[in-house]
């Protein structure tokens, strides 16, 4: 049990990220309104963002950005500042994810104006008695 | 089963964890040397992978595109509704074809009209120029401290939305045009793609900013970060704009009249 404990201490991000990402497909999988898929959409999304920042991270060490390097020139040693590529890599990833949030909100908008409802089972009925 | 395999992962804050150190290191020994530009997670974003940052501004315009398509309904309203400013009384206008003229005395209004709250419009209206001339810093900051395009899109951005929300959506168009907001959304993409296409005649590569030297007036060792600065000026012009067409077009279902 301390064991267990102690993994837990150790490694809460990823714990965390675990838990996130779980509601996020709960949600995308057995939610019936449309809209609350696309809260479990950005729920995962932001359980990846969790973990890759937290990979970025290390002990005692410093945002990526390099101060007073002017006179001394390789002083920069890696260890001293956190690692940059996950940060990048994240931008990237909001920013694809507010994009998509947007198309998908502009469809779920489209939606509702043809079908007047954004509920599966319904959507699902009109479809068929066409 | 993925609680089971965290054990297997690195600590938490561990410095040598695998994704800290193989290519990481090299950007962030080297990265101050080669671009002179101290925020590394910029000089990464804009330098070294120059390319997906492109075709990310890219993936921004092409969703603001997206919404407008899927959504932009063009056709007049039916029915209207004049408020006459002086006395308050309300007019329904059943014909879409009888334009009110008198606009001095009578307001196009919602349909769901509730007076404003004074203290939400004052404080908005007091706050809008500061987040603005923030989101300007953080766009122009980019390079040097925490900041950057994206960042001061957003920002710059949702300071039209709040005039959106705090006044109404008609307040908003009658500021910022339509067909403005395209403009810039396209100019913005068009920046990037300019400063890298504009690489090439100078003898370089695409998107390689050293190669600018002789059209800045300025130290050659800083070319790169005023290359990075310029693209992200751009990202910036691009991501306001499609944040605002976004917001625009989902609130009013397309038809930019009335809204949140």
């Known amino acids: 049990m301390t064991d267990v404990l102690a993994l837990i201490v150790a490694k809460y991000n990823y714990w965390l990220y675990v838990v996130l990402m779980m509601i996020g ?75 998509t949030f947007g198309v998908a909100m502009a469809l779920a908008v489209r939606i509702y104006q043809r079908y007047q409802t954004l509920e599966e089972d319904e959507l699902r009925m009109r479809l068929s008695e066409k | 089963m993925l609680l089971y395999g965290t054990g297997e992962f690195p600590d938490w804050g561990d410095p040598y964890s695998p994704a800290s150190v193989h290519l990481s290191n090299d950007y962030l020994e080297k990265a101050f040397d080669q671009t002179q530009v101290p925020n ?12 997906d940052t492109m075709f990310e501004t890219a993936v921004i315009f092409t969703a603001g595109l997206a919404c407008f398509l899927l959504l932009r309904d063009f056709r007049e309203k039916e029915e209207r509704f004049y408020r006459h400013t002086a006395t308050g009384v309300i007019l329904h206008v059943k014909d ?90 396209a100019i913005g993409v068009l920046i ?46 691009a991501v306001t704009a499609v944040m605002v067409i976004i917001y625009v077009n989902i609130v009013s279902a397309g038809r930019h009249d009335e809204g949140l």
């Open chain 2, 96 to 185: 879409s074809q009888k334009v009110l003229l008198v606009e001095r005395e009578f307001e196009y209004m919602d349909k769901d009209w509730v007076p404003s709250d004074l203290i939400i419009k004052t404080v908005c209206r007091i706050l809008i120029p500061f987040i603005q001339i923030y989101g300007l810093y953080v766009i122009a900051h980019g390079d040097f401290s925490p900041g950057g395009g994206f960042q001061g899109g957003v920002i710059l951005g949702s300071s039209l939305i709040l005039l959106a929300i705090s006044y109404n959506l008609k307040t908003l168009m009658r500021r910022v045009k339509e067909k403005i907001l395209g403009i810039y959304a």
């Open chain 2, 40 to 51: 590394i997670v910029t000089a990464v974003l804009a330098d070294y992978r120059g390319f």
């Open chain 1, 25 to 99: 497909l709960y949600a995308m999988i057995a939610k019936n309104n449309l809209i609350k898929k696309l809260v479990g959409m950005n729920i995962f999304q932001t359980a990846i963002i969790l973990f890759y920042v937290s990979i970025g991270y290390k002990r005692d060490a410093t945002l990526p950005i390099i101060e007073n390097v002017h006179g001394g020139h390789g002083s920069v040693h890696a260890i001293d500042y956190i690692n940059p590529l996950p940060h990048v890599l994240m931008l990237t990833a909001i920013v694809v994810s507010v994009a």
């Open chain 2, 192 to 237: 990037y793609v300019g400063i890298a296409v504009i690489c090439m005649p100078m003898g370089g590569n695409f998107l390689d900013y050293s190669t600018l030297a002789p059209l800045l007036p300025s130290d050659p060792h800083h070319v790169r970060a005023l290359g990075m600065l310029g693209v992200e000026i751009g990202v910036g012009i």
